[in-house]
């Protein structure tokens, strides 16, 4: 496995394993990898033939008030797992590598960027769209690799390679969960003791809705969000930021929820800020 | 000459040619052709082995007040030109083949395309970014031609490609002009004989600034603005929307001309919008 750091560097190894003829998948993060990381890359090495692992913690999809000076990096320990899954390249480009100073050309979809993350995070998508198209740019693979537990980011992802004709393929894998239903994600260890206790009711409150629909054949969005919220309130320490039933192309919330509709949830717990999201069958 | 009018039809002409080992050159254009495309065409025959003109009139770089309908098209004479340069494809592709109804990812560089013509034609540089970024993912070629003519754009252009990282070499083409000086432009059939006959003015003052650089020696920028200014006095018709001194990487005005300076007019001619640049030397 090889650790690049340089976009040249990049290109000349897509160069060569094209010419050996691989089919390229791509699977960009920003490190502090977990289960669900490592299943994008599981799903990647089994349907292409050249996998490249990008961590990069992309400052331009942090706000000024976020996380991005504290996120958490841990570049040696990520190589040791990717190692493992017998990843090809691993391409760990440092920020000015990524960015020439003033950089100031953007990728955006403003109608789905300013909506539920959006709200909490101004300028988030704007900077996704944007290292996503770069490194799309750079690497140009056949098929990337993204997680459903960042579902709005799949969606946009999606939209931005069809409106701009990427001739790639977006995959979008199902998120991983610890045992006790809590997403993984990269912020989990953030969570003090107490919080991680109380963490999975996130996920809880979802599969109360879901329940409803299943068992009840209840299908009024208000009324399946109230009950989600009222579990919530039994954790004080949940601070709900947004908790709605939402068309998936679109976004936008429903009246009458049915397959194909999307549970979102965003909170607070703490000083951290979890998501989760759970679609209807 | 293949004319093709759909994406996949365009990725497959390129994949035959990429298996042959051709160099891909895509020259893009709103049809229309004149002698300013020609020599781009001209150009990328030369340096490449394997040549795509595209042919769009491209809504999104028009503003609501603009003259997106009334844009001349030609597309048959346009083709019988091409092919007489052998060009290997043109690529004329409808509106609902670029644009997915309701489309809203767009590329930007709102640093650049705020000034200038910017300034004077809203949103006009978000389209032009858009589509280019939209015909290099369709095309993904290996050189791509613009016009100096269109200064401003050229430069926007170039910095999306390095900001984007887009793996393409940015080719700039002289202005081609009439034997008067008048800079080939396909807006140029809207002017009436008076005002062609007027029209080259707009090139003279621009060369009555660099004779006043080149022989007098004269760098204050203020005063050679002004001499041009007064000069187009001369012919009432002609308002001028900008004249200035600008910095070719940034687009700042300049208190001082030099070498690499860009001199850029815009102005109106009774209906018809013209513009010119002259880069010092």
Request: one cysteine or more; charged letters at 20%; glycine letters at 6%.
């Amino acid at each position: 496995m090889k650790v690049l750091v340089t976009i040249q560097a990049v290109r000349e190894a897509v160069r060569e394993a094209r010419k050996q003829g691989r089919v390229v998948g791509l699977v960009p993060t920003m490190g502090a990898l977990h289960q669900g990381h490592l299943s994008l890359v599981q799903q990647a090495c089994r349907e292409c033939s050249f996998v490249i692992v990008s961590i990069f913690v992309n400052p331009t999809q942090f706000g000024p008030r976020e996380d991005f000076a504290v996120y958490p990096r841990s570049l040696s320990a990520d190589c040791e797992l990717l190692k493992r899954e017998q990843v090809d390249v691993v391409f760990a480009p440092s920020v000015e590598e990524m960015y020439v100073p003033k950089a100031d050309t953007w990728v955006e979809i403003p109608s789905l960027s300013r909506v539920w993350e959006g709200r909490f995070r101004p300028g988030h998508f704007r900077g996704v769209c944007t290292i996503v198209a770069k490194l799309f740019n750079i690497v140009q693979p056949d098929f990337a690799y993204f997680g459903w537990k960042d579902a709005q980011q799949l969606i946009i992802i999606r939209k931005m390679v069809e409106e701009l004709n990427y001739p790639i393929v977006i995959v979008g894998c199902p998120t991983v969960r610890e045992k006790s239903g809590l997403a993984c994600s990269s912020r989990n260890v953030f969570l003090s003791p107490k919080e991680r206790a109380i963490a999975p009711a996130i996920y809880q409150s979802l599969k109360i809705i879901q329940d409803m629909v299943k068992s009840k054949g209840i299908t009024q969005a208000k009324k399946l969000i109230l009950a989600a919220r009222k579990f919530l309130k039994n954790y004080p320490q949940i601070k709900i930021q947004y908790l709605a039933a939402i068309e998936l192309q679109t976004l936008r919330p429903v009246k009458k929820v049915g397959p194909g509709v999307l549970i979102v949830v965003a909170v607070k717990l703490g000083k951290v800020r979890l998501i989760d999201n759970l679609l209807l069958t």
